[in-house]
């Protein structure tokens, strides 16, 4: 692959979707911010004596945390007490409390995917507005990738949403392509075979029902700090026996 080649035609691209070229360097500057932000690591402090916090692990992370605030454009010390503290509202006032080195870490890819998200979402809207899509047209064509269903060694919590969004895009065939269309036969008495189908509404139930669904399970395990998935997993594990696919999905 020519990456030069490849940078021209993005940019050439964009230019054809409306986006100006202030907008293209600021896109650049967010892609740019989240490479660096990669190179960020943390160490505990050297003395424990004085907090249980951490700090940049050296001179390349104290490098890619400018690089990072340079193009975003953002103060670097504000940017580096954001990554390595959290700030607490309490009835007295503010408590800033030092991270350790998971906690920081989890703060830097927090903020990097919640960054690539944003821009992500932006240029679909710009996309969307320069080809002229019309929210209120009840009329379109709609282009629908093969959804499949993916194991790893180790999932993701990406992974899990990424599984369950096909899960739903399988239910929603199943509702159309199946139960509707067979319920319209009945209603109209029509002769016809019952046709089998793996229907997946366990799957989705024991994923999203409330209040012991594994998304209501995680939200709740949220709001207490250090929970494990050994204080979340045996609620819902009588059931996940009755499933196998869960396997897969967790």
């Known amino acids: 692959m ?21 907008d293209q360097r600021a ?9 660096h ?12 004596a ?4 951490c700090v940049l692990s050296g001179e390349a992370s104290r490098n890619a945390l400018k690089d990072a605030a340079h193009v975003l454009k953002v103060d670097c010390d504000t940017l580096e007490k954001a990554l390595t503290t959290r700030t607490i509202e309490t009835v007295e006032g503010s408590i800033t409390k030092p991270l350790d080195v998971k906690a920081a870490t989890n703060s830097r890819d927090s903020l990097a995917k919640t960054l690539y998200t944003r821009l992500f979402d932006w240029l679909v809207l710009k ?3 320069s080809i002229g899509q019309d929210s209120n047209s009840k009329h379109f064509i709609g282009v629908l990738d093969i959804y499949g269903f993916e194991s790893f060694k180790s999932n993701s ?5 990424i599984n369950l969004a096909n899960e739903k895009l399988q239910q929603h065939f199943n509702q159309h392509v199946f139960k509707t269309e067979q319920e319209e036969y009945e209603r109209e008495e029509i002769d016809w075979s019952y046709i089998e189908f793996v229907d997946n509404q366990d799957v989705l139930d024991l994923i999203e029902k409330k209040p012991a669904g594994i998304i209501s399970l995680l939200d709740e395990a949220c709001m207490f700090p250090s929970t494990t998935h050994a204080q979340v ?3 819902g594990l009588s059931q996940i026996r009755h499933t196998g696919r869960l396997r897969v999905l967790v």
């Open 157 to 161: 919590f990406e992974q899990f949403c």
């Open 27 to 35: 896109v650049f500057r967010v892609v740019a911010g989240i490479l």
């Open 2 to 22: 020519d990456n030069k080649e490849e940078y021209v035609a993005t940019r050439r691209a964009m230019e054809i979707v409306g986006i100006g070229e202030s």
């Open 37 to 48: 932000l990669g190179n960020v690591t943390f160490v505990n402090k050297d003395d424990e």
């Open 50 to 53: 004085c907090d249980d916090g």
């Open 233 to 235: 997993w045996p609620r």
């Open 127 to 129: 996309i969307n507005n």
